[in-house]
């Protein structure tokens, strides 16, 4: 029986071509576009999942009330993990590790700058990363180690045995590699392209050694024996602070790491969320995008119903069961939603390489995966089921007696049903173009959104190498300036475009005992305030016109309004054991999160600590080409060791905006798929309605009707529909978009506008799918349809 059901599934199949090619492209589109999707859903939910102890492993997060919030961290003191190792109960084991830093590697005639971390022999118990050649329990414990990744190790030694070899960092320190391991997973929150170990890091920086529960320096990773003392653990971390640092007010908490990625956004000391919202959105997209498919499915099949109602008819009257009729078919969906799951496989396999691309992933299909397997078969089957049992119900519920007449059985029902399908349709694709623009019009908000100085023009240059020494500093700003590629130079002690280097010890005249506020520190060197293109509030900057500023410090608006000083200049403050004297005022910049307000700001000479980064202005008059030339000839005259290390101020500053870009990104390809999908839907009740209407319309032309009456005629109802699915989308995207935009202290008021094109858009599409066929139909010899009657 099985056998037949399915020949007579694949004739009616091919009899019906167009029908055929309609609904295995809508269903192949919309598989494509969920694969896709889940494809990167999984790709972020299996985040610091690569681990076996996974579970049972955790960052310690420090909260430290400031301003009337409490901020969180995964920063913490260098004397954490060994007091953590030997106090608290239930620890396996407790690491400390440097947040990735690039640095030069140098073996023969290969140099190469990759990030690397300096930790323990504990960080790799924690995190057991795949050794491929090495001990895994014998490294990291002589000073001059290194372990290298496999791609990092092919870039310095080619098909050479790597192990025992010596490697130089930074021109410095000579290295022996003990051990390679595979490349570290792109879904990982620590990338690194070789381990150092923590003794080298105090070598190279004394200071380090102090056990100072005031330096949040490190990343302290802790693995517990087990969950079932988690909470005796993290209760038991709580108060560490206070414990060691009396006057500390902040406090410790275990964050699950296989939580980092997902679940990073804390409020008053809690996660409340992170990317893990933006992955419900994307579930949400891809089911919406399938159930659009499968609903564009039934559409079509029941539009098909007036050329299989003889077929049911004849089949009853020979004594088929409706349960057999719903075998077959249930069985041509099937055949459907496999035909369409190959063309979505070629559609995914063709367009991954873009997405990877646009996204700057690596997503793959794991064919060798079973797990996979099991739920595309699952989603085969479901899509089918799903898609198929409408039109099954529909189609089995025909009376042979009318049918066989030429009668219509349940058209109006559904007729009735096909339109709430219709509406479904629209109401997801209005929404997803309302969230789409407010995506865009948030991110070119932002974008436009001053941020306090001049990011255009402006490159950064790392410091490193003999630039360190600040006669050489000053040796390369003194050549950028007379090569006539910069207008101007300074020196910066941090990414201009990143946040950190915080500090809560700071004490002004007035001063509520109780308070704690964070401030930013930063180094600057002469003329700061020309380089970057922002402006001086008040008072001075640091000068050669005035060398003794080594006590001399400068606050941005921020800082003042939260210090409270009236005449801020000339006050005194204190701040690292020493006693500064406020000479100027700075305006507020951005160089953490482009969404939120700027932060308290102290800026002291750089001269008197290391620069990290040379801020240069660039002449706007100079070729850029030229220009950067002259740079990096510059910077080569004075350290030829190391490759010249810049990049662009804007370029650094658009990464803030990665996640927001993604989201809009996706958003609109996707948005766009479940638009052409819902168009098929349409196309489908269009021929249904034109199929029932035909005589009508043959009339109609009889007694003089116009082909543009006839088109105002069918599409008047149409855009009925897309009315009623604009009027529910509206206050649907409205909460979407709303909630969205809370998240963010600086954001858009939300226009009329996205709701404008929405409906233009919708209207538009509409108008344009339902005139394909309903133009056919108005040109239609009324003969064909009357000669009968």
Known sequence: MFRLNLKIALRNLWKNKG?????????????????????????????????????????????????????????????????????????????????????????????????????????????????????????????????????????????????????????????????????????????????MTWNLYEKREPWVRDRNWGNNICLTLVQLKSQAVFEQANSQI?????????????????????????????????????????????????????????????????????????????RKAIGSSRKSLIGQFLLESLILAGMSTMLAFLLTEISLPYF????????????????????????????????????????????????????????????????????????????????????????????????????HNLIQLTVQGNLENENKLNLLKDKLLKSGAATSVSFFSHDISEGGNNTMDVEWPGKDINQDVIFNQRGVGYDFIKTIGTELIAGREFSAKFPNDSTHMMLNESAVKTIGLKEPLGKVIEWNNKHWTVVGIVKDFIVESAYEKAAPMIFYPIKYSGA?????????????ASSLNKID?????????????????????????????????????????????????????????????????????????????????????????????????????YVIVNKWLSAFEYRVSISALPFILAICLSVLVAILTVSLQSVKVAKANPIDALKYE
């Open 238 to 314: 709580k108060d560490i602070y206070q414990r060691n640092l009396k006057a500390s007010t902040g406090k410790a908490l275990l964050f699950p790491i296989d939580k980092w990625h997902l679940y990073d956004e804390f409020v008053n000391g809690k996660s409340i969320g992170g990317k893990i919202d933006q992955l419900k959105i994307f579930i949400l997209l891809a089911v919406c995008i399938l159930m659009i498919a499968c609903v564009n499915f039934m559409n079509l099949s029941t539009a098909n119903s007036e050329k299989r109602a003889k077929e049911v008819g004849v």
């Open 19 to 195: 029908f055929t090619l309609i609904n295995v492209g809508g269903l192949g589109i919309g598989l494509a576009s969920c694969m896709i999707l889940l494809l990167y859903v999984n790709y972020e939910w299996g985040y610091d999942k690569q681990f076996d102890k996974h579970e049972d492993t955790y960052v310690v997060y420090q909260n430290v009330p400031s301003s009337g919030k409490i901020f969180s961290w995964a920063w913490t003191p260098n004397v954490m993990a060994q007091e953590v190792r030997e106090k608290i109960p239930g620890v396996e084991a407790a690491s400390h590790s440097t947040y990735p830093n690039s640095n030069l590697i140098t073996y023969g005639t290969q140099k190469i700058k990759g990030a690397g971390i300096f930790t323990d022999p504990s960080f790799l118990k924690i995190l057991n990363y795949k050794f491929i050649k090495g001990n895994p329990n014998a490294v990291l414990r002589n000073v001059n180690s290194i372990i290298l990744t496999r791609s990092f190790s092919l870039k310095l030694f080619g098909n050479e045995d790597p192990i025992n070899k010596t490697v130089k960092l930074a021109n410095t320190e000579l290295l022996k590699v003990e051990g390679i391991i595979e490349d570290v997973p792109a879904n990982s929150s620590i990338q690194f392209q070789y381990l």
């Open 633 to 733: 000839k510059s910077v080569q005259d004075i350290e030829p060791s190391f490759p010249v290390d810049r990049k662009f101020v804007n370029e650094s500053f658009a990464l803030k905006f990665k996640n927001e870009q993604l989201l809009g990104t996706l958003s609109n390809w996707f948005g766009g798929f479940a638009i052409f999908i819902s168009c098929l839907g349409l196309l489908g009740l269009a021929l249904f309605m034109a199929e029932q209407r035909k005589r009508e319309i043959s009339i109609r032309k009889v007694l003089g009707a116009s082909t543009v009456n006839i088109l105002t005629l069918l599409n008047k109802d149409f855009i009925k529909l897309v009315a009623i699915a604009n009027i529910i989308a509206f206050p649907l995207a």
């Open 612 to 624: 990290a980064t040379v801020l240069i202005r660039l002449d706007p008059a100079s070729n850029l």
């Open 356 to 455: 990877n691309q646009l996204l700057d992933l690596h997503l793959i299909i794991q064919y060798d995966n079973w797990n996979f397997w099991l739920i595309l078969i699952a989603m085969m089957v479901f899509t089918g089921l799903i898609a198929g049992s409408y039109p099954a119900l529909y189609l089995s519920s025909f009376e042979p007696v009318k049918v066989l007449k030429g009668l219509n059985g349940k058209a109006g029902n559904a007729v009735s049903i096909r339109k709430v399908l219709v509406v479904f349709q629209f109401v997801f694709a209005v929404c997803t173009i309302i969230c789409t623009a407010v995506i865009y019009q948030q991110l070119s908000f932002i974008k436009e959104k001053p941020i306090g100085y001049d990011r």
